[in-house]
């Protein structure tokens, strides 16, 4: 079965630094996707980034960057110069290519930015 | 908005009453998924329908939860004689055949459960 593991229940970073989140997971499928997504208060669940387990570069997307280490099993997500609205919670999610192709969610990382 | 649409957004019923979740998807996405987020946890899969093939129940907490969707669009989730446990947010995802990986999530249904 397939496992997504974050180790990190709350973070508190200075605004306009460097955070990193922290993600690892289990699966024995060759074949898998990685995923972080926020969730601001409001509640909504917003995609920010995708890896595929084939991708040889690490993806990135603006601010965010997952650094994608395979023979680890993590998937880390990086924010580089952290911005007020960058609070939220953030869930690190592994999708099996294979039937349904259901999200396997972490517990998710509390990211509090201070000003 | 061309995005996931639920209602209600919010739900309080009393424990033992039936309850009626519903998720409109984004048009033309024809895979459509319902998972659970219980307080302060990450989200836990629940059911999947894919066109016109048979759902994928295999998250279903009980056989007090049923979902059906009809015409290959909306979605009711229907939660039987509600338990205190099943207070959580309902969340509704919706993806595109073409999408391979990206899942549209609706803003939720909060239940509570008293």
């Known amino acids: 079965a397939q496992k997504i593991t974050q180790t990190q229940p709350g973070m508190f970073v200075q605004e306009k630094e460097a955070v990193t989140l922290d993600c690892t997971y289990d699966?024995?499928?060759?074949?898998?996707?990685l995923f972080w997504y926020k969730q601001p208060s409001s509640g909504e669940m917003i995609f920010l980034i995708y890896?595929?387990?084939?991708?040889?570069q690490n993806a990135t997307e603006g601010r965010y960057s997952l650094n994608f280490q395979k023979a680890r099993k993590s998937a880390n997500l990086v924010i580089s110069a952290s911005q007020l609205g960058d609070s939220a919670m953030y869930f690190c999610?592994?999708?099996?290519?294979?039937?349904?192709?259901?999200?396997?969610f972490g517990q998710g990382t509390r990211l509090t930015i201070n000003p | 908005g061309a995005g996931v649409s639920q209602s209600p957004s919010n739900k309080v019923t009393e424990k033992g009453k039936d309850v009626e979740l519903r998720c409109d998807p984004i048009?033309?996405?024809?895979?459509l998924y319902w998972y659970r987020q219980s307080l302060g946890q990450g989200l836990e899969f629940l059911i999947y329908?894919?066109?016109?093939?048979?759902?994928?129940k295999s998250g279903l907490p009980s056989d007090r939860f049923s979902a059906e969707r009809t015409g290959g669009s909306v979605s009711t989730l229907t939660i039987q004689r509600t338990q205190q446990e099943d207070s959580a947010v309902y969340l509704c995802?919706?993806?595109?055949?073409?999408?391979?990986?990206?899942?549209?999530f609706g803003p939720g249904t909060r239940l509570t459960v008293t």
């Open positions: 329908f894919q066109g016109n093939s048979a759902p994928d």
């Open positions: 699966t024995s499928d060759p074949s898998y996707g």
């Open positions: 999610a592994m999708r099996e290519d294979q039937g349904a192709q259901k999200l396997v």
């Open positions: 048009s033309g996405h024809t895979a």
């Open positions: 995802a919706s993806r595109h055949d073409r999408m391979v990986y990206e899942q549209y």
């Open positions: 890896q595929g387990s084939y991708d040889q």
